[in-house]
C-alpha cells in the first residue's frame, strides 16, 4: 500500500506548506524515527526539536507553524493527530479482520440467541444459557460470559474477558483483554465479629460506545445497575465500585478508583490515579486532575487537583506557600533574635 | 415472587412506625428510583432527602428517624442495610445457581480428587494434576488451576481465576474473576549488572472464609508461606506481594498495595489505594485511611492518615496548619514592614 | 533431598563462623519458623531479634555479624539472600517442571511455527494464525496468543496470559498470570461531542530477559511500538500505557504509572504506587520513591520523591518546615500580641 502526496492532501483536506523531496509513502513513524517514505505529524509542542531535524518524506503540521524541516513535506492541517489517524486507517498494513463464525473449540450453551453468521466466537470462549449476542460482535478467545448477559451489535470483547450472569452491553462496546464486568460489589455487615458478605443482586449496564480497559474491574450494584453512560471510556486498572453511576462521554484514565455509589455527570474527566470517595456527586464537565482524591460532592465545569480536591488554583496557592516556608521559618528566627536583642 | 407487610416485619425482626397504602411488594429499588411494588431502605443519611421524598411501598429506617415519606410504609430495624439483605435473599430472581457435574468442556487431570456429583467445574476449566477440591465448590469458566492446589469445601472461583501450583484454599474461599492466586514474588539479585530471578518456592495459603476481589493479585512466598487470615475480605486490584501475613477478619480496600513481608494484626481495616511498607507490622483493630502510606510499625487500635502515616488527629492538625500559611505569610511581611517603618 | 553441612558451605562459597549441633538439613525456612533441620538467613537487619532466638540448624550471616544464636550454625557470606536462593535451588521439592508437547484441549492453529517436541502448550491455551513459538518456551492453561505473534526461546506464559496481535517476545520472557500484552492504547478525538477511538496500530516490543507481572497492563503503541528494555523487571498490576520506552535493566514497581510515551533510561528505578507523567524522559539510575508524580524530565543518577518529584533532599526539608508550621503560627501570635502590649 502506497500514497501519493496528492492522496494525503486530499484525504485530511490539507494545505501543502512547505515542499520536499519525497512524494509517495508507505510508512508511519514518530519524528524521530521516520524516514523519507513515512508520514509523521506534530502532535505536541514537547516534540519542536525532534520535528526540526526530522528525516519523515511528509510532516502533518498544525497552523501556527511557521518553521519547516529542510527535506520534508510539511501539510498543514487543523489537527495534525487526527489527520494522522486518517492516514493511519489507510496505511496501516496489520489490522484485525473480523471473521464471522463460531470455533468449534469454543463453547456456547444450546439456547444463546444470536446469528451464527454475523458473529465471530473464537477458540475457548464460553457463552452460558440464556444469553443473547446482536450481530457483528466478535467474542475472542478464552472470554467467559455468564448465564443471561445480553450483548449488542458491533462489541469487541478481547481476549479473556470475563462478563458475569445477567450484565448489559449496549451497541459498539468495546472491552479491552481480561477486563471484568459484573464481580461482586464489595459489602459486608460485620456480625458476631465475622464481616458476613451481603449479596450484591444487581447488574452492571455498558450503554453504547463505551470502552472499557485491560484488567480493569466494574462491580454489579448490590442491588439496581451499575451504569457506564454512553460514549464513556475506561482506562485500564480502573476499579469502578457497585452502584456507580456515570454519565455520557466521561474519561476515567488509568489506576482510578471509584467509590461505591458516587455519581458522575457527563463530560467529567478524572486523570491517572485519581479517587472519588462513595455516595458522592461530581457535576458535568468537571475535571480531576492526575492523584487528584475527590471527598465531598464537587461543582461541574471546574478543574480540581490535591487531596482533598480543591479548585487548582487554591491548591496551587497552597503549595507556592508551602515553597516558601523554609524561608519563612528562617526570616521568624532572625527577628525574634532582632527584637530580643533590641529589647 | 411477593412479600406481604406481615412477611417483612416478621423477616427483619421489625416494628410499624408509619402506615401506607401498599401490601405486597415485589420489587428492590434505591429510595429515588422506588415505586409502590418495591422495598427499600435508609442506610446512610447522605440519602434522607430522598428519603422523604421516596415513591417505594416500604422503606427500612433506623430508631433515629421521626419523619416519614406521605404514602410509604415505614418499618423501623436496627440495621437497616442488614435487614434490606434478608429481603434480598428472599425477593432477587436472578440468583446464581449451584449445579454439580464436571462440563464436557473442561479438562481435569486423571489423579485429581473430587466427588464429580458434589463438584461443579464448568467449561474451558483446566485443573491440572495432584489437585484436590472438596464438595460443594464451584469451578467456573477459563479457570486455571495449577499442579498440587488444595481446594476447601463450598468454595466459588469466578471465571478466569488463577490458582498456581501448590497454593492452598481453606473452606467457603471466594475468589472473584481473574484475580490471581501464587503468581511468583518480585525478587531480584543485582549479579553482573543483571536483575537475576530469585526463586520464589513458596505458597499462598487463603483461610476459611476469605473473599479476593476482581484482578487482584497474591504473591506465593519466596519460602513458607504468603497467608490471608481467616474471614479477611480483599477487595478488586489490590496487591499483596510475597510473605504478607494478614490476621484474621480484616478489611482491604480496593487498589491498595501489601509490600512485600508485612504483616498485619487481626481486625486491621486497610482503605482504598493505600500502601504498607516491606516488613512492618500494623497492630490489632488499626484503621488505615484511603491513600495511607504505611512506611514503619504502626499501633494497633487506632485511626491513621498521610503519607508518612500519622493518628488522624495529628495528621489533621498538620492539614489545618498548612490552610492558614497563606495568611501567615502575609501577616508576617506586613509585621516586618511596620516593625522597619516604626524602626 | 538433604544437603550436610559441608555441602552448604560449598555451595555458598561459606565459612563456618559458629558451629552448632545439626549436621544434614533438608528445610527451608524464615529465623522465626525454622527448626533444627531447616536452612534459613538473615537478609535484613529488621529480624535482628529473630535471628538471636532462632532454632534454625543453620543459618546464612554477613560479615558484620558477630553475636550468634546458641545451638545454630552459622556461615559467613557475601550476600545471605543471594546464597539462600542457591540452597532453594537445591532443596525445593515442588519445583515447577517443562514437560514439551501440545495438550489435547490446547488449540493451535495449523501454520503456527513451532517444534512440538520442544514447547510446552497446555490445556486451554489458543494460539491463532501467524504466530511463531520458540523452543524451550511454556504456555501454559487459558492462554490467549493473538495473530502473527513472535515468542522467543525460554519464555514462560503463565496461565491466562493474553498477548495480542503481532506483538514480539525476545528470548526468557516471562509473563505472571492474567497480565496483558498489547492492549489497545487510551487514545481518542473529541469529534463532535464524541470521543472517537484513534485507532491504534503498532506494538509491544518485550526484549530478552523481561518480567511482567501479575494483572500488569502494557498498551500498544498507536504506530511503532511500546518497548520494554532488555532485563526490565515489571512488577503486579503496573500501568504502561502506548510508545513508552523504558530502558536496560528497569525495576518497575507494583502499582505504578507509566504515561503515554514517556522514556526511562537504563536502570532506572520505579518503586510502588508511583507514577510518570506522559512525554517526559527520567534518565538513566534515577531512582523514584514510592508514590513519586514525576510530572517534568528527570536527571538521571538521582533520588526522587513527593509529587512533583523532588530530589529527596529537598522534599524531606520541605516536609521536615512542614512539621515545624504549628508551632511557627502559635509563637507568631505570641510575638503580635506582645507586641501590641508593648506599642
Known amino acids: 500500500m502506497q500514497l501519493t502526496l496528492e492522496e494525503i492532501i486530499e484525504l485530511t483536506s ?14 508511519l513513524a514518530s519524528l524521530k524515527e521516520a524516514c523519507a517514505a513515512d508520514v509523521s505529524f506534530l502532535g505536541n509542542e514537547k516534540y519542536y526539536a525532534d520535528y526540526l531535524a526530522t528525516n519523515a518524506g511528509v510532516v502533518l503540521v498544525p497552523s501556527i507553524v511557521d518553521e519547516f524541516p529542510g527535506g520534508s513535506v510539511a501539510i498543514e492541517v487543523d489537527n495534525p493527530s487526527f489527520a494522522f489517524g486518517l492516514i493511519v486507517k489507510k496505511l ?27 458473529v465471530s466466537i473464537k477458540a475457548g470462549a464460553v457463552v452460558e444459557s440464556g444469553s443473547r449476542i446482536g450481530d457483528g460482535t466478535e467474542i475472542n478467545s ?7 448477559v445480553v450483548i449488542g451489535e458491533e462489541c469487541v470483547l478481547h481476549s479473556n474477558v470475563v462478563v458475569r450472569e445477567f450484565c448489559e452491553l449496549e451497541d459498539r462496546v468495546i472491552l479491552q483483554p481480561s477486563c471484568v464486568i459484573g464481580s461482586d460489589g464489595y459489602g459486608y455487615e460485620l456480625v458476631d465479629g465475622r464481616h458476613t458478605k451481603v449479596d450484591q443482586v444487581g447488574i452492571v449496564v455498558l ?8 484488567n480493569t474491574a466494574i462491580d454489579r450494584a448490590r442491588f439496581g445497575r451499575t451504569i457506564i453512560g454512553e460514549g464513556t471510556k475506561v482506562d485500564n486498572l480502573v476499579q469502578v465500585a457497585h452502584n456507580v453511576v456515570t454519565g455520557k462521554h466521561c ?15 457527563n463530560y467529567v474527566t478524572v486523570a491517572a490515579q485519581a479517587g472519588v470517595a462513595g455516595h458522592i456527586k461530581v457535576g458535568d464537565q468537571a475535571v480531576l486532575l492526575g492523584r487528584t482524591g475527590a471527598a465531598k460532592n464537587l461543582a461541574g465545569a471546574q478543574m480540581y487537583m490535591g487531596m482533598p480536591a480543591r479548585p487548582v488554583k487554591e491548591e496551587q496557592k497552597k503549595l507556592a506557600s508551602l515553597a516558601r516556608l ?3 521559618l528562617k526570616e521568624f528566627k532572625e527577628l ?8
Open 336 to 343: 525574634k533574635k532582632s527584637l530580643n536583642d533590641a529589647g
Open 326 to 328: 523554609p524561608k519563612l
Open 14 to 27: 490539507g494545505k501543502l506548506v512547505s515542499e520536499g523531496s519525497a512524494s509517495s509513502f508507505n510508512g
Open 142 to 148: 478464552n472470554v467467559s460470559i455468564g448465564e443471561g
Open 92 to 118: 496501516a498494513s496489520k489490522q484485525r479482520v473480523f471473521k464471522a463464525g463460531v470455533h468449534p473449540a469454543a463453547w456456547v450453551a444450546d439456547d444463546v440467541v444470536f446469528n451464527a453468521d454475523k
Open 207 to 214: 450503554q453504547n460506545d463505551v470502552e472499557i480497559g485491560a
Open 251 to 265: 474519561l476515567i484514565v488509568a489506576q482510578t478508583g471509584l467509590a461505591g455509589s458516587c455519581e458522575l455527570g
